[in-house]
């Protein structure tokens, strides 16, 4: 008993020490976003200082403060984070709508479905993960500018679907097997095709899978930096691109990034606590066989 006790003792103090660690880096940020730039900057660090909100008043557009880019010769124009955050929610929807449209299909199929070379279509869309982003981004910009999507929402959407269109169809393909057999033999005794047992029977049973897809291809998207550097533009530019405006030619500012960052996590946080109960569903399918 005593030696249980012990041994309960010392995995919460290191899994204690463990969260610590993994959350020490939030932590600092939060307070470098409410430091002014001379206590970011000071050594040794400040724990003890007056908080200021200035940070996020001004990567937010809101107010210019002269004490934010202390240092920098006039004033200059805050970032365009807000319409950056606006091209992120666009581009990302856009990219989980299209992704989840054609996956669930593509998946549907490989799952139900019988015919010649199914196994080696599915290794097909899984290998489109293996290839580096740069061995795709450079021959996809020259023809993204020869055709016109170069700086396009389209462009961006269409060129996301190598990230998360792999991870639909195969997330919604273990997702789909799943449901019994019996059940779609049932439904195609009552009279139903593919497509109503698809729409009716399938695709409800599997909402676990279906939400952990969106879920993660959301979170792919959001985070996805080389394909908007490559072939977007400042008129399409998301948020990891917008997190450059805040390195300028005389200084970085630390205030305002550290804000911007902690603004645009917001929605992932918020995300994955919805949905966390369906998101763990819909990575465990498949996981326990009866």
Known sequence: MKKRLTQRVRNAFFLTLYTLFILFPFYWTFLMSIKIPTDVIAYPPKFIFKPTIQNYLWTLGLKIQEQVTTGIRGQPLPPEFVRAFLNSVIICGGTVALSVGVGALAAY???????????????????????????????????????GLYNSYLGLILGYQLITLPLTVWLMRVAFEEVPEEIDEAATIDGCNWWTKFLKIDLPLSRGGLVAVVILSFLFAWNEFTFPLIIGGSTTKPIPIAMLDFVTYSQVLYGPMAAAILLAIIPNIIGISFVLRFLVKGLTFGAIKE
Not at 112 to 131: C, D, H
Request: hydrophobic content about 60%; charged content about 20%; aromatic content about 24%.
């Open 109 to 147: 199929a490989l799952a139900k479905f019988k015919f010649r070379a199914k196994e080696n279509i599915a290794f097909t869309f899984l290998s489109f993960r293996f290839a580096p982003p740069l061995a795709i981004i450079i021959p996809l910009y020259f023809v993204y500018v020869r055709i």
